[in-house]
Structure formats: C-alpha cells, structure tokens
C-alpha cells in the first residue's frame, strides 16, 4: 500500500511540474512578444540558441498554417466549379536540352527505316523469340536466384551454363540452334553488375549497367508468377531515334501476342536514360470497378552503356553508341 501511494504522489508531482514548465514558457512567450514570423525570415542576429529555436519553430507552424489555407482555398474553389491554376512542377525531364535525334509522331521516315531493321520480323509476327540465357564464369546463388525469377518472367527462355566458352562462340552456336537472343549477366564481388543483350544472327548487342537489384522472394507482399501466359509489354519515354532502337530490342525479347488472361504486365520506363524495370499483375476488385497493381519481381534498373553493330566483336565492332561520363556533364542532356 505504501509503494502504490508513492507512487501516485511522484506521478501527480510530474503532473505538477509539468504544468509549471508549461505555464512558464507562456509567460516568457508573452513577455518577450513571440509573434509567428513570415517565411523566409532570418534568425541569425539572435544570439540566444534557445529563443533562435522558438523562432524557427513558429516559422515552420505558420508556414504550415498557409500552406493548408491555400490548399482548403483551391478545393473550395473546384467544388464550386471554378478554375484552379495549379503550378506546374519544375523537374529534369521538363529542362531538357533540345536534341535533334527526338523523333516526332508519326515519322515517315522513321517508319520506313523500322519496317527493314533486324526487328522487323517479330513486331510482324513472323517470328517467335527463343532467348538463351548465361552467365560469366563460376556464378554466385544471388544471379542464379535471379536467373530463376527470370525464366519464369521471359517465355521461352532456356538457361545454358557459361562454362569456358567465349561470348563470341556463344553466339555463334545460339544461332545455328535458332535463338533470336542472347544474355549474359556477369557481377562483381557476388553483386550482379551488368547484362549484354545479343539479337541474332545479325545483332545488335548492347551492354547495360544493371543496379538496384530486387528479387520478387525479397518483396514483402508480393504475388506469384503465373508463366504460361505471355506478359503484355509496356514501353514508357523512348523518344530519341536510339531511344527507338533500343526500345524496339528490349521489346524483341518477348512475343508480341499478350495473353491478357495471366494479367501479367511487364514495363520498361525510361526516365533521366535510366530504364526501369517492374513485373506486375493487376487484380481487379468490386466486380471489375476497380483495378489494383500487384508487382511480382523482380526489379532492377539499367543504363544504356554501349551499342554495337552486328553480333558482339570486341576487336573490330562497330559501335552505335558508347556513354562516356565527359559525354553527359549535364544532367539535362539525355540520350534516350
């Protein structure tokens, strides 16, 4: 009983002084005149850290205050029916540098050059792609986790280990056994770092730098992977004439027959020349009012580093593109 007294007596003590504290602020509030400040205001001539402190702190409380008015002005006034100016945000993509390379809409002669490139056959739906699937020597459980979730997400793929043969004569072999495509990954110190992309027989290839590497088994939540039904392809922001062609070989690597009943849906998202990378099935909800993204895995995200002419030749290859850091000092100047 003793201790149970006591201990209600500390906590009304706390109570009190609490409200002593409290009741003392207000006065020195008043006394010294703390009036909310307008925004933007320096405090750098006040000596005092602690009243420095309280200024700053009823800068941002009033800073807050406006902010919401306007937002509750800009809601009253579109429920009214009125029109609302809303700014526009400034980002990377909006300053831009103007490029000559951007293609406009409905390009003739953009046309044309696609309907003979080394693509053609598959957008036509003559062919069906048939992707062989390696790695760089000696791979880690990471990439051949990777590889596993890959399979599923690209039909007709098929794994083929790296042994000691050489890229080239990978190549060769996978178009005498009729691939259309090659990818080889390869990592540094157990971290996957990169990802060739070989169309056969007449290329092109592509190097791409591979980060920020997710497994769908790592995503809390995440859904399963039905692979008997081709992905329907989205392809966001390739504008530029490379733009066009890499984005015409990323879409080489699936058929171009989706099967919207697996309602899997694969998208490559081009932003800053950073391509993105996400598998996601949508579920629909309140008998089909309502549409939901579930993603799968994996996710990743890659950098166009070079592009070659033809089948990949490290000694004599022709080169389409290369990304050098001196190439790109602004970050307005894009490429894809």
Known sequence: MVKKFRKKENKNLAVKQCEKIKKRFKESREAHDLKPPKPGTSFSHIKNKQKRSQMVALMKQEKKKCKAKVRRGRKEAEARGEEVVRQDPKTVDKMREEDETIVPAEDSEVEEDEAIDEFEKYFAGGK??????????????????????????????????????????????????????????????????????????????????????????????GATCNASHNPELILNNFVTRLGRRIGRQLAALFPQKPEFKGRRTITFHNQRDFVFFRHYRYNFKDDGEKCKLQEIGPRFTLKLRYMQHGTFDSKSGEYEFIWRPDSQVSRKKMFV
């Open 128 to 221: 069906t792609p048939k992707i062989l699937l390696t790695t760089q020597k000696a791979p880690s459980k990471k990439l051949f986790d990777f590889l596993k979730e890959l399979v599923h997400v690209i039909p007709n793929t098929f794994y083929y280990p790296r042994r000691d043969f050489p890229f080239k004569k990978i190549c060769e072999y996978a178009a005498n056994k009729d691939f259309t495509d090659v990818l080889l990954f390869h990592e540094k110190a157990k971290v996957v770092q990169g990802v060739y992309i070989c169309h056969l027989p007449k290329g092109p290839t592509s190097y791409w730098r591979l980060t920020r590497l997710k497994l769908g088994q790592e995503m809390a939540g």
